[in-house]
Each structure stands twice: as structure tokens, then as C-alpha cells.
């Protein structure tokens, strides 16, 4: 809250940025400790999660106002119009501290408390379960077996716990093959193919250097090879183009050398890293922002951005390997999602939006194969909202190691911190605790008749009512209304509310009750340059 210098603007105007006629909407701006809030005349709601923003550009002063342009994580795009520069000023400065989250315990996960029940609240914070998931794909086998070698993460803290090996890998196995592969990083088993019992493995690159060899690394992939029975040799994926692979041969890494590894067959994939990733987003992004393109233009730029060749080349990949789960593939086996998406402000550098060429991958296999999908483009969009949110704990931190960490310092802090949330009714939170502090007094009254009547009696009579009263029976109080579950906010018909990071309708702004009590938003629709929800 000490960021924020101004928590209200008044006549401000919501630009659409498609319009050509400067078709805009005017309301009132508010700043909270999480959100930024416009509210126009017609009571529609725009909340943006500061989380969600990525740049944040005050534009020079015009005859209509101050032009602030909020750029979010999620793609969209919000310009509105501040009547006075000093104001405007003001919300661009808490905005940019309020978008840089220094630490993880103030990332929104860690004040986001819905009103639901624990097992629903928790929820937002459980991890996969590893045994149970590889149970499915008929797991362990004859072939394959659970490993408690990085039980406690000593040997690879990008791992999680529990990871799945060849039964004939033996431990010193293990533990050599994982000194020479990047961070730790052994191959393990990715997915399994029960009735062709065929494996999919997952490692980073070798610390082979130019002649460089391990012969407990060279064991391991023969282990996998035996593992697959059903097959004569076994492929070896680098995801990197050639060029980069040989090119990190001379800072001691590389690749797999064939003459030392038998029966294996190496494949370059050719996907960039992720420097080139995050230019080619920009430049999509700066043509696909730009009003006005012809066609051909919009063709153009979006040819020279290179984001469709990178997409071809995902799915190259995913054509010639198998299918990949978010859970395990990309959060408990260790994609960082903090460096990636810019969880914390740290190396921009670090920063690349290889998660969101996943999911559209997804997307554009969802389009070709409707029918093989039991979901659809809104659940790929939810995703691609919260990873960027930070309102939920799956997605928290590099590792599952940080997760767990992070998980338990988030118990800690609920367990004590029963204070209001940014967007809860401050009217509900009254009468709350107006309600409990009357129970508090009636209890103390009671307590102190009790206590008036057995001062006034004589010892004998004191005696006989200790005698009566040994086994007092217990005092009827209420339970505190903290732990009562609430009723849910009447719902308004007419009402159209924009939420960015959330879909809850029971937080509310302190100095908005009665408006902010709004029905769950049900449909879907773009305007303004933002997702806009119906009830």
C-alpha cells in the first residue's frame, strides 16, 4: 500500500483502440493493493491484476487529458485517458512498483483467499501426484521402477522426489550419469507406452565438451534401450539447432557423441532459444498492435516476426515425439516459470514466452483434431491467464523443490493472518466482527455473574456448589463468524464486469459495496481492447 499516492481518479475515459472514431467510456479509476479498477457509467468493472502488467507508457499530454497505455502479460491492452497529468503520474508510478514483485510472498497466490471452503482453497497449491500419474501408464513394471535417489533433491533439484528408472540402472549409475549432464539432469522416464512398451526419456545436454565421455552416462542410455524391448535402436531428440549445440561444445557442453553411446540414432530438431523467442513475441506483438496495416502489411510483419516458423518447429517436434503434460512435463519436472514468464523482477534476459508456444501448439492441434481434445480454446486461454497471474501456487517458482518451499510458507502465513483480503466486503467484514465482539461481550457478562454469585455465598454453600460444579457443563457459544460460511452476494442482472487474474465475485472494494456486488460473468466477449465478461 506504500506505493500507491492516489486511490481514485474521476472522469476517466476507457479508449477502444480498434475504433477509428475514438469511441470511448467514462468512469472512475481505483487503485488497490492488487488490482486496477475501472468502474464506468453504466457500472460495468474492469479489474487488470497488477501482475498481469508488463510495460506501462504515459503518453505526452493531450487537450482531452494525460494517454496511459497499460500493456499486459496476457497480450491485451488497455489505454486510457487521465483529466490531470499529476494524477496520471501518480497511478504510472504505483503501477510501476506495484507490477515488479521483488519477492514471492508478495505475489498475489500468497493474498488470494477465497471464500471456499479449505479443500477448495487448497487446491490452487497441490502438486501432481507422480506415483499415481505413472501408475496410470502402468508403472512400475518389469522394465521400470521408482528410484529414491533424489529423495531429499541432492542430486538434481530441478527434479522432483519421485523419479522412474531402467530396474537395471543401479545407483552409482545414476549418480555418475547425473555429474555429467547439465544440472543434474539424468535421463528419467517422461511417459509410457503400456501396450508397446515404449519409453519416453527427458535429460538436458551432456557436459561432453569436445571429447569428453562418461561411462556411467553411457550405461544409462544403454539401461533405456533394454527398457524398450520392443525396439531396435533408440532416438536421441536434441531440441536445439545443430549450430547452437556445436557452439556450446566450447563452453564444455555440447551433445551426445554417437561413437560412444550404442545403438542410439541422433536428431536435431532446430527450435531457438530463448533470446530468439522473445524478439520474434515482440515483433508479433508490434504488428499486431499497429492500427491501421493493410493486409499485405499485416502479412508482412507477421512473416518477418518468425513466430509462426518457431511454432512449425514446436510441432515438428511434438509430431516426430508424442504428446506432453503440463503437470508433469512442465511443472514438476522443472520448467522455470518464474524466470520465463518474469514472476519476479529479475534478468529480463531470462525472460521467453516458451510456455505460450506450447499452448498455442496446442491450440493449433485442437483446430486440426477437434475431436481428440476434451478441452477447448477457453481452457488453453484460462491457463495461459493464471500462468501470468500468480494468483495460484501451481504455477510458483523454477522447481517443484521451490514449490514445496513456497507452499509451506503460504500455510504458515494463512495460519495466522486473518486479516482482510484487498478485494473482500469491507461491510461483511464489519458486520463480522461486529458480531463476534458481541458474542465476546455476552461471554464475559455470563463469566462475570458467575463469578459475583460465588463471592457472595459462604464457604459452606461455595463448598457445596464446587461439589455441583466439578464437572461444569460447557459454555454454548456461537461459532465465530470467520468460520461460518458466507452468504453469496445477491446477484445483479444487469450487470457486466472485466477480470484480469480473477473470477470471483466476492471480493469487493472498500468504498464500493453496493456496486461491487456483481453476479459470476458468464459469456465472454472483446471490447475495448479487453476481455470483457457478461453475467
Given at each position: 500500500m506504500e506505493h500507491i499516492r492516489t486511490t481514485k481518479v474521476e472522469q476517466v475515459k476507457l479508449l477502444d483502440r480498434f475504433s477509428t472514431s475514438n469511441k470511448s467510456l467514462t468512469g472512475t479509476l481505483y487503485l488497490t493493493a492488487t488490482h486496477l479498477l475501472f468502474i464506468d457509467s453504466s457500472q460495468r468493472e474492469t479489474w487488470i491484476l497488477h501482475h498481469h502488467i508488463a510495460a506501462v507508457e504515459k503518453l505526452p499530454l493531450t487537450t482531452s487529458g494525460c494517454p496511459l497505455v497499460i500493456q499486459c502479460k496476457n497480450f491485451r491492452i488497455v489505454h486510457f485517458v487521465v483529466p490531470r497529468e499529476r494524477d496520471c503520474h501518480d497511478i504510472y508510478n504505483s503501477l510501476l512498483q506495484l507490477s515488479r514483485t521483488a519477492k514471492y510472498e508478495e505475489l498475489y497466490a500468497f493474498s488470494y483467499n477465497p471464500k471456499q471452503n479449505e479443500s477448495e482453497q487448497v487446491k490452487g497449491?497441490?502438486?501432481?501426484?507422480?506415483?499415481?500419474?505413472?501408475?496410470?501408464?502402468?508403472?512400475?513394471?518389469?522394465?521400470?521402477?521408482?528410484?529414491?535417489?533424489?529423495?531429499?533433491?541432492?542430486?538434481?533439484?530441478?527434479?522432483?522426489?519421485?523419479?522412474?528408472?531402467?530396474?537395471t540402472a543401479s545407483k552409482p549409475i545414476i549418480v555418475g550419469s547425473s555429474k555429467f549432464r547439465s544440472k543434474g539432469r539424468f535421463p528419467v522416464l517422461s511417459y509410457y507406452h503400456k501396450n508397446k512398451e515404449a519409453a519416453i526419456c527427458r535429460c538436458s545436454q551432456p557436459l561432453s565438451g569436445f571429447?569428453?565421455?562418461?561411462?556411467?552416462?553411457?550405461?544409462?542410455?544403454?539401461?533405456?534401450?533394454?527398457?524398450?524391448?520392443s525396439n531396435r535402436y533408440m532416438y536421441v531428440m536434441d531440441t536445439r539447432p545443430k549450430l547452437n549445440a556445436m557452439a556450446n561444445r566450447a563452453a564444455g557442453k555440447g551433445y551426445e557423441n554417437e561413437d560412444n553411446y550404442s545403438n542410439i540414432r541422433f536428431q536435431f530438431v532446430g527450435i531457438e532459444n530463448i533470446h530468439v523467442m522473445r524478439s520474434s513475441l515482440q515483433k508479433l506483438l508490434e504488428v499486431s498492435g499497429t492500427r491501421g496495416l493493410s493486409v499485405n502489411d499485416f502479412l508482412s510483419g507477421l512473416e518477418n516476426s518468425g513466430w509462426l516458423r518457431h511454432i512449425k518447429a514446436v510441432l515438428d517436434a511434438a509430431v516426430f515425439l508424442a504428446k506432453v503434460l503440463i503437470e508433469k512435463d512442465w511443472i514438476s519436472f522443472g520448467h522455470k516459470f518464474s524466470d520465463r514468464c518474469c514472476q519476479l523482477d529479475g534478468d529480463p534476459k531470462e525472460i521467453s514466452p516458451v510456455f505460450t508456444q506450447f499452448l498455442e501448439s496446442v491450440w493449433n492441434l485442437t483446430e486440426q483434431f477437434p475431436q481428440a481434445f476434451e478441452y477447448n480454446e477457453a481452457f488453453l486461454l484460462q491457463i495461459h491467464e493464471h500462468v501470468h497471474s500468480c494468483q495460484f501456487g501451481?504455477?510458483?517458482?523454477?522447481?517443484?523443490?521451490?514449490?514445496?518451499?513456497?507452499?509451506?510458507?503460504r500455510n504458515m502465513y494463512h495460519q495466522f493472518d486473518r486479516s482482510m483480503h484487498p478485494r473482500q466486503s469491507m461491510f461483511n467484514l464489519i458486520m463480522n466482527t461486529s458480531e463476534q465482539n458481541k458474542q465476546?461481550?455476552?461471554?464475559?457478562?455470563e463469566l462475570e455473574a458467575k463469578i459475583k454469585r460465588r463471592n457472595g455465598q459462604s464457604d459452606v454453600v461455595l463448598e457445596k456448589e464446587q461439589e455441583q460444579t466439578a464437572h461444569p457443563a460447557p459454555v454454548a457459544l456461537k461459532s465465530p463468524p470467520c468460520f461460518q460460511k458466507e452468504q453469496p452476494?445477491?446477484?445483479?442482472?444487469?450487470?457486466?464486469?472485466?477480470?484480469?487474474?480473477?473470477?470471483?465475485?466476492?471480493?469487493?472494494?472498500?468504498?464500493?459495496?453496493?456496486?461491487?456486488?456483481?453476479?459470476?460473468?458468464?459469456?465472454?466477449?472483446?471490447?475495448?481492447?479487453?476481455?470483457?465478461?457478461?453475467?
Open positions: 497449491w497441490q502438486l501432481i501426484d507422480l506415483a499415481e500419474e505413472y501408475k496410470r501408464m502402468g508403472v512400475p513394471n518389469d522394465y521400470w521402477q521408482l528410484s529414491d535417489a533424489n529423495r531429499d533433491y541432492k542430486i538434481c533439484e530441478t527434479y522432483p522426489r519421485e523419479l522412474y528408472v531402467p530396474r571429447s569428453a565421455r562418461c561411462l556411467e552416462d553411457e550405461h544409462m542410455l544403454q539401461a533405456i534401450s533394454k527398457a524398450n524391448p501451481n504455477f510458483l517458482g523454477n522447481c517443484q523443490k521451490e514449490r514445496e518451499e513456497l507452499k509451506f510458507w465476546l461481550e455476552e461471554d464475559i457478562k452476494p445477491m446477484p445483479v442482472n444487469d450487470a457486466v464486469r472485466t477480470i484480469e487474474g480473477s473470477n470471483t465475485a466476492d471480493n469487493r472494494y472498500s468504498e464500493l459495496v453496493s456496486e461491487f456486488s456483481k453476479a459470476e460473468p458468464a459469456v465472454v466477449s472483446l471490447e475495448y481492447g479487453v476481455a470483457r465478461m457478461t453475467c
